[in-house]
Structures are given as structure tokens and as C-alpha cells.
Nanobody, 125 residues
Framework: QVQLVESGGGLVQAGGSLRLSCVAS????????MGWFRQAPGKERTLIAA????????YYADSVKGRFTISRDNAKNTVYLQMNRLKPEDTAVYYC??????????????????WGQGTQVTVSS
């Protein structure tokens, strides 16, 4: 069974940085796009970054473009989210997610069926 385990969240001051990690198991990691979503209280869960199975293609939401970087290490079955110049509005629970289908670059929420437990990121002003 597929498992995704995130780590790296925490409390940081505005302007600071955090790096999230997500270790995947249960299937061939290098065959799947991976995504990072976030959900703030009272808001919908939204995709903020995605990376294709080779790492060549990436997607960023406008709200994080230029500040966040998604990357992956297929040898370690791990996807990362480097978050720089954090803002209070980045405060949310961050989720790592994996899609149903292999070799498809997926940016739609409904395309993702495997989820990590979430990690809290809190940015103070």
C-alpha cells in the first residue's frame, strides 16, 4: 500500500525559510508525478507545486512562484518543497500527494488519491 510521510513543518518568522520532505513507499516512486498541497483553516485544499516523475516538468501556483521550489530524489523516494521568503498567508497544513496514474503530469486535485498526514507550517508576522 502506498504511504506518504511528510516532515519539516514548524513555526517560522515572516521572511524565513523551511524545507518540507515527503518520503514515499509502496510503489515505484520514479513513475509518478508528486504534488504539494496546502489547506488553511476555512479554505479549500489547493495545489501549490507539482513535479513530474523525471523532475523535468514543474508547476507552481501563482501565490508561491519565485519563492518555493519543488524537487525530488528518486533514489531516496523523496520529494521536497523548499519554501523561502515565507509570509503569514503561507500558514497552512501542507500535504504531500501522489496521483492514481503513472507517467501523467497531474495538476488537478481529483487526480491525486494518496495523501500524507499533513504537516503544519505557521508563519508569524
Amino acid at each position: 500500500q502506498v504511504q506518504l510521510v511528510e516532515s519539516g513543518g514548524g513555526l517560522v518568522q515572516a521572511g524565513g525559510s523551511l524545507r518540507l520532505s515527503c518520503v514515499a513507499s509502496g510503489r515505484t516512486f520514479s513513475s509518478y508525478t508528486m504534488g504539494w498541497f496546502r489547506q488553511a483553516p476555512g479554505k479549500e485544499r489547493t495545489l501549490i507545486a507539482a513535479i513530474s516523475w523525471t523532475g523535468i516538468n514543474t508547476y507552481y501556483a501563482d501565490s508561491v512562484k519565485g519563492r518555493f521550489t519543488i524537487s525530488r530524489d528518486n533514489a531516496k523516494n523523496t520529494v521536497y518543497l523548499q519554501m523561502n521568503r515565507l509570509k503569514p498567508e503561507d500558514t497552512a497544513v501542507y500535504y504531500c500527494a501522489g496521483p492514481k496514474n503513472s507517467f501523467v503530469f497531474t495538476t488537478a486535485l481529483e487526480g491525486y488519491i494518496y495523501w500524507g498526514q499533513g504537516t503544519q507550517v505557521t508563519v508569524s508576522s
